[in-house]
C-alpha cells in the first residue's frame, strides 16, 4: 500500500511540476495513439461499412480473419512491422524504423481489425433494419454508408473508444519498432516497462497512474458526449 | 389542419394502368404468389385484403420492385417496373422504419436525395400529419402512431404518383387512423394512386374503390369495392367478407 501512496503522490508531484521530460512523453503517447486511431477509423470504417452490405464469396473469410487479428499479439504486429521496415526489409528505403511513424503503423495494424470488425457488425445490424428504405428510395451505396455511420455513431463510438484503449496501452509492438529512444520515440508504455526493468516501481507505477487517468478521461468524455446525445 | 395543397405530380397517372402478368414469386420451394394476372386501371384506392400469409405484402414488394417475380413481368403503364418508376412510387411499410435522427431530419433525408426533383415543403408535411410541433424530437421518441404518420410524411416528401402502403394503420390509435385515413383522402383526391393493404374490412368499405383479394398467393377476386362487398367472385372472399375464419 505505501508503493501506492507513494506511486500517487509521485505522479501528483510530476504533473504539477511541469516535468519536461514527462509531459514529452504523454504527449508523444497521446500523438501516436491519436494519429493511430485517426488512420485507422479512415481505413476500418469504411471496410467495415463494405462488408456490413455487400454480399460476396470471400466475406465471411475477410470477416473471420479481422475477428481473428483483434486477438493479435502485439509483438507479432511489431515484429511484423520491424522485418518490413528493417534496413533489409521491403520498406527498409523509407528509413521510418525507430521513428513515430512506425509505431503509428504498428497502432494501426493492431486497431484496424477492431474498428473494421466491430463497426461491420453494428452496421450490417442497421443494414437489415434500413435495406428496404434505402432500395425503396434508391439511396447509392456512398449515401448509404454515410446514413449508416452516421445513425450508428454512438454505437461506434464505443467501438473507437476500444481502439483508443488498444493504441494507448499498446507496449509489445511500439517498443520493437519504435525502440524507446528517449526523447524519440518513448512513450508511456515503454517508459513505464523501462523504469520496471530498471526496479523503479514507484515512478513505473505513477506513470501508470497517469496513463489510467488519460484513458479514464477520455472514456468518461465519450459516455458524456452519449449520453447528452441520448438525451437530447 | 389539412389544408396544404401538395405540389402535384407533374404527370398524372404516369404509371396507371399497372398490369401484372403471370407474376409468381418463389422462395425456398414455397409458391407465395402463383401466377396472377391483373390490370388496375383505377385511380382511385385500391385495397388488398387477405389472409394472413396470403402475400398480400409479398405482392406489395412486387409492384415496388423489392422483390423480382421468378415469372412475369410487372408493368407500368406498358413499361417493366426500373428505378425511375420506382423513384415515382413511395412505400410505408408495415413497421416504421424511420432513421435514428430527429424527426425533420427523416424528412430532409429524403428531400437531399431528391435535390434536383421537386419536393414538398417539409413544415408543411408535418402540419399535415401533426408532428409540426415535435420536428426536433429523436423519431425514436415518437409513438408508434406517430412513427407511422411520420412514414407517410416521408413517403410524400417525393411527391409520389403511386403510393404503396402496408397495414399503415395496423395496432394504431383511432385518432392516427383517422388523421391517416383523411390524408390518404385527401391525396387521393389530388390525384396519387393509392395501393393499401389492410386487415379492416370497415376501413376497407370507407376507403376503397377497387378491392384485389388473395389467398395462398392466388388472386381470388379484383373487383370494385362495392361489387366485392355485395356479391365477392370467390367463395374464399365471400367467406372472408362474411367474417368466417379461412386457412
Given at each position: 500500500?505505501?508503493?501506492?501512496?507513494?506511486?500517487?503522490?509521485?505522479?501528483?508531484?510530476?504533473?504539477?511540476?511541469?516535468?519536461?521530460?514527462?509531459?514529452?512523453?504523454?504527449?508523444?503517447?497521446?500523438?501516436?495513439?491519436?494519429?493511430?486511431?485517426?488512420?485507422?477509423?479512415?481505413?476500418?470504417?469504411?471496410?467495415?461499412?463494405?462488408?456490413?452490405?455487400?454480399?460476396?464469396?470471400?466475406?465471411?473469410?475477410?470477416?473471420?480473419?479481422?475477428?481473428?487479428?483483434?486477438?493479435?499479439?502485439?509483438?507479432?504486429?511489431?515484429?511484423?512491422?520491424?522485418?518490413?521496415?528493417?534496413?533489409?526489409?521491403?520498406?527498409?528505403?523509407?528509413?521510418?524504423?525507430?521513428?513515430?511513424?512506425?509505431?503509428?503503423?504498428?497502432?494501426?495494424?493492431?486497431?484496424?481489425?477492431?474498428?473494421?470488425?466491430?463497426?461491420?457488425?453494428?452496421?450490417?445490424?442497421?443494414?437489415?433494419?434500413?435495406?428496404?428504405?434505402?432500395?425503396?428510395?434508391?439511396?447509392?451505396?456512398?449515401?448509404?454508408?454515410?446514413?449508416?455511420?452516421?445513425?450508428?455513431?454512438?454505437?461506434?463510438?464505443?467501438?473507437?473508444?476500444?481502439?483508443?484503449?488498444?493504441?494507448?496501452?499498446?507496449?509489445?509492438?511500439?517498443?520493437?519498432?519504435?525502440?524507446?529512444?528517449?526523447?524519440?520515440?518513448?512513450?508511456?508504455?515503454?517508459?513505464?516497462?523501462?523504469?520496471?526493468?530498471?526496479?523503479?516501481?514507484?515512478?513505473?507505477?505513477?506513470?501508470?497512474?497517469?496513463?489510467?487517468?488519460?484513458?479514464?478521461?477520455?472514456?468518461?468524455?465519450?459516455?458524456?458526449?452519449?449520453?447528452?446525445?441520448?438525451?437530447? | 389542419?389539412?389544408?396544404?395543397?401538395?405540389?402535384?405530380?407533374?404527370?398524372?397517372?404516369?404509371?396507371?394502368?399497372?398490369?401484372?402478368?403471370?407474376?409468381?414469386?418463389?422462395?425456398?420451394?414455397?409458391?407465395?404468389?402463383?401466377?396472377?394476372?391483373?390490370?388496375?386501371?383505377?385511380?382511385?384506392?385500391?385495397?388488398?385484403?387477405?389472409?394472413?400469409?396470403?402475400?398480400?405484402?409479398?405482392?406489395?414488394?412486387?409492384?415496388?420492385?423489392?422483390?423480382?417475380?421468378?415469372?412475369?413481368?410487372?408493368?407500368?403503364?406498358?413499361?417493366?417496373?426500373?428505378?425511375?418508376?420506382?423513384?415515382?412510387?413511395?412505400?410505408?411499410?408495415?413497421?416504421?422504419?424511420?432513421?435514428?435522427?430527429?424527426?425533420?431530419?427523416?424528412?430532409?433525408?429524403?428531400?437531399?436525395?431528391?435535390?434536383?426533383?421537386?419536393?414538398?415543403?417539409?413544415?408543411?408535411?408535418?402540419?399535415?400529419?401533426?408532428?409540426?410541433?415535435?420536428?426536433?424530437?429523436?423519431?425514436?421518441?415518437?409513438?408508434?402512431?406517430?412513427?407511422?404518420?411520420?412514414?407517410?410524411?416521408?413517403?410524400?416528401?417525393?411527391?409520389?404518383?403511386?403510393?404503396?402502403?402496408?397495414?399503415?394503420?395496423?395496432?394504431?390509435?383511432?385518432?392516427?387512423?383517422?388523421?391517416?385515413?383523411?390524408?390518404?383522402?385527401?391525396?387521393?383526391?389530388?390525384?396519387?394512386?393509392?395501393?393499401?393493404?389492410?386487415?379492416?374490412?370497415?376501413?376497407?368499405?370507407?376507403?376503397?374503390?377497387?378491392?384485389?383479394?388473395?389467398?395462398?398467393?392466388?388472386l381470388e377476386a379484383y373487383q370494385s369495392a362495392r361489387v366485392f362487398f355485395n356479391n365477392p367472385e370467390s367463395k374464399f372472399a365471400q367467406d372472408f367478407v362474411q367474417g368466417k375464419?379461412?386457412?
Amino acid at each position: 500500500m505505501q508503493l501506492f501512496s507513494e506511486s500517487l503522490q509521485t505522479a501528483f508531484y510530476l504533473i504539477v511540476s511541469g516535468d519536461s521530460d514527462l509531459f514529452e512523453i504523454i504527449m508523444l503517447s497521446i500523438k501516436v495513439s491519436l494519429t493511430s486511431l485517426l488512420g485507422s477509423i479512415v481505413i476500418g470504417l469504411p471496410l467495415g461499412a463494405f462488408l456490413a452490405i455487400h454480399r460476396f464469396r470471400l466475406r465471411s473469410i475477410i470477416l473471420s480473419i479481422l475477428n481473428a487479428l483483434m486477438g493479435m499479439p502485439p509483438v507479432v504486429v511489431g515484429l511484423i512491422v520491424y522485418l518490413y521496415l528493417s534496413r533489409s526489409g521491403p520498406l527498409g528505403f523509407l528509413s521510418l524504423l525507430y521513428t513515430p511513424t512506425a509505431m503509428i503503423i504498428a497502432q494501426m495494424l493492431l486497431v484496424i481489425p477492431i474498428i473494421s470488425a466491430l463497426s461491420a457488425q453494428i452496421i450490417e445490424d442497421l443494414h437489415i433494419e434500413y435495406r428496404d428504405l434505402f432500395r425503396s428510395l434508391n439511396v447509392s451505396t456512398f449515401k448509404a454508408i454515410m446514413a449508416y455511420i452516421i445513425d450508428a455513431r454512438m454505437s461506434l463510438l464505443t467501438v473507437i473508444l476500444a481502439g483508443f484503449g488498444r493504441a494507448i496501452s499498446e507496449v509489445g509492438a511500439v517498443s520493437i519498432v519504435g525502440g524507446n529512444i528517449d526523447h524519440l520515440t518513448r512513450v508511456m508504455t515503454t517508459a513505464i516497462a523501462l523504469e520496471t526493468s530498471r526496479g523503479n516501481l514507484s515512478l513505473a507505477l505513477a506513470l501508470g497512474f497517469i496513463l489510467l487517468a488519460i484513458a479514464l478521461g477520455v472514456n468518461i468524455f465519450a459516455v458524456k458526449v452519449k449520453n447528452w446525445a441520448m438525451d437530447k | 389542419m389539412f389544408e396544404t395543397n401538395y405540389s402535384e405530380p407533374p404527370f398524372k397517372f404516369e404509371l396507371i394502368p399497372i398490369k401484372l402478368r403471370s407474376v409468381s414469386f418463389q422462395k425456398l420451394g414455397n409458391n407465395l404468389i402463383d401466377n396472377i394476372s391483373l390490370s388496375i386501371n383505377s385511380k382511385g384506392i385500391t385495397i388488398i385484403l387477405g389472409p394472413n400469409g396470403a402475400g398480400k405484402s409479398i405482392l406489395m414488394r412486387l409492384l415496388h420492385g423489392l422483390e423480382k417475380p421468378s415469372s412475369g413481368e410487372v408493368l407500368f403503364n406498358g413499361i417493366n417496373l426500373n428505378n425511375t418508376i420506382r423513384l415515382k412510387q413511395a412505400m410505408v411499410f408495415q413497421n416504421a422504419v424511420l432513421l435514428r435522427r430527429t424527426v425533420i431530419e427523416n424528412l430532409s433525408f429524403v428531400a437531399n436525395l431528391q435535390s434536383s426533383k421537386q419536393t414538398s415543403n417539409l413544415s408543411k408535411l408535418l402540419q399535415e400529419v401533426g408532428l409540426y410541433e415535435k420536428k426536433n424530437l429523436l423519431a425514436r421518441r415518437l409513438s408508434g402512431g406517430e412513427k407511422q404518420r411520420l412514414s407517410l410524411a416521408r413517403a410524400l416528401v417525393s411527391s409520389p404518383q403511386l403510393l404503396l402502403l402496408d397495414e399503415p394503420t395496423a395496432s394504431l390509435d383511432p385518432y392516427s387512423v383517422q388523421m391517416i385515413e383523411t390524408l390518404l383522402i385527401k391525396l387521393r383526391n389530388q390525384n396519387t394512386k393509392i395501393i393499401f393493404i389492410t386487415h379492416d374490412l370497415n376501413q376497407a368499405r370507407r376507403l376503397a374503390e377497387d378491392i384485389i383479394f388473395i389467398h395462398r398467393g392466388k388472386l381470388e377476386a379484383y373487383q370494385s369495392a362495392r361489387v366485392f362487398f355485395n356479391n365477392p367472385e370467390s367463395k374464399f372472399a365471400q367467406d372472408f367478407v362474411q367474417g368466417k375464419l379461412i386457412f
